[in-house]
């Protein structure tokens, strides 16, 4: 049978395992488990992959990149010698050496492969890391929540139900899950987290602390030399995990620095609750994490059998007692928590292929996915609001429609801008992608559009529009989208004169906010309100920009300004607006001039 490999691409580490004899087992490398997620080039201008790469950085940083996962799904290079990459090129090389790991340790080609991701990685982001595995020579049959991955290795007691928190925080992202395991089934009931926390914001933490500390006596800030950041950021991270099992750790580093032609050495002593008085606001954010996983799954910590360690930075002591603390129980770390994702990713491998290794795996999408429509926030109309059609939390796959009007007689077109994200504000989501319906029936106002979202098992968006009347439909997926914003511009798009965004009513969300059921006030067909529109986005652009830096009274001006400006567009009053923007045009230049 062909084997499915689980693969953990973790931001620092990353491993390849698959299931043999019906059991999950990590693939080695002499001796070793876990490859380091780093990628560089020798002196030679060869690739180097894992641990030679991280030993390299060190003294040539300028040909080493690690990291990468915390830029996947931006639109954004990073240079490697003297050619440019995308970071899911660089997770590419990476993936195509833990595929070499598995095909020599198996002994047979590998073609496919299980994914994990952290549980709240956006679309985008899951999609780049799709695209990597297809670069790397892999065929991803699934992208699997990295929590839900860890709760697959834990067997739990088929005559009772157990509700599992996976408290899982690695090197550059953190989630926490709440599964439920019943009669062979894991249900993930909530996920919370941050893809921009984990060990390595201790690293830096430490890191700077310690600088600080030899800029104090010496007069030399470290930092701003390359060599040396690399040397004492390696001995922190070193320091950091001794501390996991000891009260103090010596980071000591000969040849350091040089001061008036005499060398400098750094020899300074870390304790634990130093190192932990550095680190509490993070992982208080991790604890708020928890509990607002809780409330989503709508339990309390009574209910929760067993709290399950994930990723190498839940060793740290701190941790541990305050879970215990928050949850009332001790935290279970009996399967490797660097290892356990990956080991869960093969058992997921397995189950696709066939092979009765575990649990039915039931997973959810930790954001709220919906599109924009014009409704009442802060009392008034604005274009802005957010439209959920798929919830947090809702098990997949999902498939959910709504219908949408036209807003405007004789309607050509339609924009469906989607969003992610909990906000009423779509300013304060994240967009997903926008995609046109053109060649509309020329009817009255009204015209109902069918939005349907199908979020299938990896958590990879479709989006279809279809005009009811006609049958005439368009979609968009993730890799449609990215396609799109790379090929034209934002103004292209949505300042086209005849065309206007789709629009309607929607019920009131579990908030208790309600979106206006009224028509949306969208751009006219004249190309003179169009170009009115263009100018307010940019003065308001601008606006946002230049408040930061203004005194609080004018602050406070330049938000009664946007405010009225929002609502002056939502109304479609171009003569009102056009005093509004010169006014507005005024104070920002003046702002400027100061």
């Not at 059991?23 to 020798?42: C, F, H, N, T, W």
């Not at 996976?166 to 899950?177: H, I, K, P």
């Not at 067909?525 to 308001?540: F, G, I, M, T």
Request: charged share 30%; net charge negative.
């Amino acid at each position: 049978m062909e084997p499915i490999i689980g693969i953990d691409l973790g931001t620092t580490n990353s491993e390849v395992a698959v299931v043999r004899d019906g059991q999950p087992v990590v693939l080695r490398e002499d001796g070793e488990a876990i490859l380091p997620s780093v990628v560089g080039l020798d002196p030679q201008g060869q690739l180097i992959v894992g641990t030679p790469a991280r030993n390299q950085w060190i003294l040539a940083p300028e040909r080493t990149i690690r990291s990468i996962k915390r830029k996947m799904g931006e639109e954004t290079t990073v240079r490697l010698g003297d050619r440019e990459y995308a970071p899911q090129e660089i997770s590419a090389i990476i993936l195509r050496r833990l595929k070499e790991r598995a095909e020599k340790e198996l002994g047979q080609p590998v073609r496919k492969a299980v994914i994990t991701v952290p549980a709240f990685f956006n679309e985008i982001q899951r999609e780049a890391t799709r695209e990597a595995g297809e670069l790397a020579g892999l065929e991803v049959v699934r992208i699997l929540n990295e929590p839900t991955a860890a709760a697959l290795t834990y067997d739990p007691r088929p005559d009772r139900l157990e509700r599992l928190l996976v408290y899982d925080l690695g090197g550059g992202t953190f989630d926490v899950s709440i599964v439920q395991i019943e009669q062979g089934v894991v249900e993930v009931l909530s996920s919370h987290g941050d893809t921009h926390l984990g060990g390595d914001d201790f690293d830096q933490l430490l890191l700077d602390d310690v600088c600080n500390s030899f800029q104090d006596q010496h007069g030399i800030d470290l930092r701003k030399s390359l060599a040396a950041k690399s040397r004492v950021l390696r001995a922190v991270e070193e320091a950091k995990k001794r501390l996991s099992f000891e009260p103090t750790a010596r980071i000591q580093e000969e040849f350091i620095a040089e001061k008036k032609g005499l060398p400098l050495h750094l020899d300074v002593e870390v304790r634990r609750d130093q190192y932990e008085d550095l680190i509490e606001p993070w992982i208080a954010k991790t604890l708020t994490c928890v509990d607002e996983a809780l409330s989503d799954a709508k339990l309390h910590v009574g209910q929760i059998d067993k709290v399950i360690l994930v990723g190498g930075s839940s060793r740290t002591p701190m941790i541990h007692r305050l879970l215990q603390e928050r949850l009332g129980q001790e935290a279970h770390a009996e399967v490797d928590p660097d290892l356990c994702v990956a080991l869960g990713a093969a058992i997921q491998g397995a189950m696709i292929a066939g092979i009765d290794v575990g649990p039915v795996l039931v997973d959810i999408t930790p954001h709220t996915l919906g599109i924009q429509v014009i409704g009442l926030m802060h009392g008034y109309e604005s274009p802005y609001c957010f439209a959920p059609i798929i919830q947090r939390n809702t098990p997949l796959p999902a498939s959910r429609s709504e219908i949408f009007g036209t807003s405007v007689d004789r309607q050509e077109s339609v924009i469906v801008r989607v969003f992610q994200g909990e906000h009423r504000d779509v300013r304060n989501n994240e967009r997903v992608g926008e995609f046109l319906l053109e060649g509309l029936a020329e009817v009255s106002r009204g015209n109902e559009i069918l939005v349907r979202f199908d979020l299938d098992l990896d958590g990879i968006l479709k989006v279809t529009a279809r005009e009811r009347l006609t049958g005439l439909e368009e979609r968009l997926t993730i890799d449609n989208a990215v396609s799109r914003f790379r090929a034209r511009s934002r103004d292209e798009v949505v300042l086209s004169p005849k065309v206007v965004p789709v629009t309607a009513g929607v019920a009131p969300s579990s908030d208790g906010l309600a979106a206006a059921a009224t028509p949306w006030a969208a751009e006219s067909e004249a190309p003179q309100w169009s170009e009115k529109v263009r100018q307010s986005e940019s003065l308001l652009a601008k606006a946002r920009k230049l408040a930061p830096q203004a005194t609080p009274e004018d602050q406070k001006e330049i938000e009664r300004l946007i405010d009225l400006v929002e609502q002056q567009l939502a109304s479609q009053s171009p003569e009102p607006l056009a005093n509004t923007l010169a006014e507005l045009e005024d104070l920002l230049f003046y702002l400027e001039d100061v």
